[in-house]
C-alpha cells in the first residue's frame, strides 16, 4: 500500500497531467498506452527526447495507425543538450509528462491529435527510457570535451535544418555579413555597425539554444557571449520583432530563429554573406525550393541530429522500433500509409537528407559533395517549385540516365 504522501503525490501529478492533455478521460502511463477508440493497448513504445515536434507529429500519427506493425511515439519536448544528458549519463532524467498522438484523438494544440501521458518512472524517481534523442547540434557542441560519442552510441543524420538572421517585415535592412554579424552580436551597442546599435533591439536566444551555437560558430562569436535580449524562446524572439511600432525600432531589430519560424508572418529573412563569399544569398532560388541551402550556396544550416544506442556489430539501432523510425526520418524509407514526409519537411522548412547535394562532417564545417545512396531530389523539387522528373511506380517505367523509382519519381540512384 502506497504511504499518503506518495498517494497524494501521485494524485496531483495525475492531475497536473490531466489538464494538459489533448482527451481528459486519456492520460494514463507512456508505457500503458491504449487506444482512444476500442481501449485495445497501443503498439510497443518509441521514447524519443527533443524537437522537430511537428514532423514528429505527423509520423507519429500514422505509426500508431499502422495496421500491420503500429508503433507508439512518446516525445518529451526539450533542448538538444538536454537530451543528449539524458541519454548518454541519465543527467537530468527523463520525468514528468510526454507526449504521444493518436488519430482519434479530438485535441488540436500544440500539434493535432495531440496527447498527453506520464512518463514511467516520473513517481518513482527513476528516469524513463530515451530511445532516440533528438539535437539540433552536434554532439561534441554541447559538450566540447567529448570527440566522438561512446559506445553504445551514435549519431543518425536527419533532416537538414537552416537557421536565419532575421528582421522584422517593414525594416528596410536586406542582407547581413558574417563579418557585420560578428560584431552586432558580439558588441551590441557598440558594434558601430548601423542600424543594430541598440542591445535592446538586437534579439537573441540563450547560450544554450541550437540557434546560437550553430549561428554563434558560424560568424565565430560564443554562444554565451553574445549581446544583445535573450527572448527566451523561437515565439520570444516572433513576438518582440513582430511588436514593434515605430519605423525607427523596426529598422534597428534584428534576431535569429530556425526556418520555420523566418517564413512567420511579421519577419523577412536577411541574405548572408560567409566569410569568404563574394556576396549574400537566400537559402531559396524558387519560394521553398532550398536550393542555396542544397547545393551550399548558404551555408546556414545543420542536420538534426538523431542519437540512438547501436550494435557494434552492424552500427544499426539494436531495437528494431527504433531502426524503423530512424530510417524514415532519415529519409532511406518511406513511412507507411502513403505518408510523403519529404512534403511534410519542405513545408516545415526543412530539408529531407536524400535531397541534399553537400554535406559536412562538424558545426558549420567544410562542405563536401555529397550523392545520397536514395536520392529524393526530384520529390523534394515536387514539393516545392515542381520538377520536370518522370514519374514512376517502379524502376521498369525510368530510363537508363534515371534508373531508380525513389518517392515517385526516377532518380539516377
Not at 518529451?76 to 509528462?97: E, F, N, W, Y
Not at 485535441?107 to 512518463?119: D, F, G
Request: with cysteine.
Amino acid at each position: 500500500m502506497r504511504s499518503p504522501v506518495r498517494l497524494l503525490l501521485s494524485t496531483a501529478l495525475a492531475g497536473a497531467t490531466l489538464l494538459a492533455a489533448g482527451n481528459a478521460s486519456a492520460v494514463m502511463n507512456c508505457d500503458a498506452i491504449t487506444r482512444l477508440k476500442g481501449g485495445a493497448p497501443a503498439g510497443p513504445v518509441v521514447y524519443i527526447s527533443g524537437g522537430l515536434q511537428p514532423l514528429i507529429a505527423e509520423l507519429a500519427k500514422v505509426l500508431f495507425a499502422d495496421p500491420v506493425a503500429p508503433i507508439t511515439i512518446v516525445q518529451k519536448v526539450q533542448g538538444s543538450c538536454i537530451g543528449l544528458g539524458a541519454m548518454l549519463d541519465g543527467t537530468p532524467a527523463l520525468a514528468g509528462t510526454a507526449s504521444y498522438w493518436d488519430p482519434d484523438s479530438t485535441s488540436t494544440a500544440p500539434t493535432s491529435k495531440q496527447e498527453s501521458c506520464i512518463l514511467p518512472g516520473t513517481e518513482a524517481g527513476v528516469p524513463a527510457p530515451i530511445d532516440i534523442a533528438i539535437s539540433d547540434v552536434f554532439p561534441s557542441s554541447c559538450r566540447p570535451t567529448l570527440a566522438s560519442l561512446p559506445a553504445p552510441f551514435a549519431d543518425f543524420l536527419g533532416p537538414v535544418q537552416m537557421f536565419n538572421f532575421v528582421v522584422p517585415a517593414a525594416s528596410q535592412q536586406q542582407s547581413i555579413s558574417a563579418e557585420a554579424a560578428y560584431f552586432v552580436f558580439g558588441f551590441g551597442s557598440k558594434s558601430g555597425v548601423a542600424p543594430w546599435i541598440d542591445d535592446n533591439f538586437i534579439i537573441r536566444r540563450s547560450g544554450g539554444s541550437g540557434t546560437q551555437v550553430l549561428l554563434g560558430t558560424a560568424i565565430a562569436v560564443p554562444a554565451a557571449r553574445w549581446a544583445g535580449i535573450d527572448a527566451g524562446s523561437s515565439d520570444g524572439v516572433l513576438n518582440k520583432l513582430t511588436s514593434l511600432v515605430t519605423a525607427d525600432e523596426v529598422n534597428k531589430a534584428i534576431g535569429i530563429v530556425a526556418g520555420d519560424y523566418s517564413v512567420r508572418p511579421g519577419l523577412r529573412q536577411l541574405a548572408y554573406q560567409h566569410y569568404g563569399q563574394r556576396c549574400g544569398y537566400l537559402p531559396d532560388v524558387k519560394p521553398g525550393d532550398k536550393k542555396n541551402v542544397r547545393d551550399g550556396h548558404y551555408p546556414l544550416w545543420g542536420p538534426v541530429h538523431l542519437l540512438a544506442r547501436v550494435d557494434a556489430a552492424t552500427g544499426l539501432a539494436t531495437n528494431a522500433n527504433v531502426r524503423r523510425v530512424l530510417s524514415y526520418l532519415t529519409g532511406v524509407s518511406p513511412p507507411p500509409q502513403g505518408l510523403d514526409l519529404i512534403s511534410v519537411e519542405a513545408r516545415q522548412q526543412f530539408v529531407s537528407p536524400c535531397a541534399m547535394g553537400v554535406s559536412r562532417k562538424t558545426e558549420m564545417g567544410p562542405l563536401t559533395p555529397y550523392t545520397p545512396p536514395r536520392s529524393c531530389k526530384c520529390a523534394f523539387d515536387n514539393a516545392t517549385a515542381g520538377t520536370s522528373c518522370k514519374a514512376c511506380t517502379q524502376n521498369a517505367e525510368c530510363p537508363a540516365s534515371a534508373p531508380s523509382c525513389n518517392f515517385g519519381f526516377c532518380e539516377p540512384q
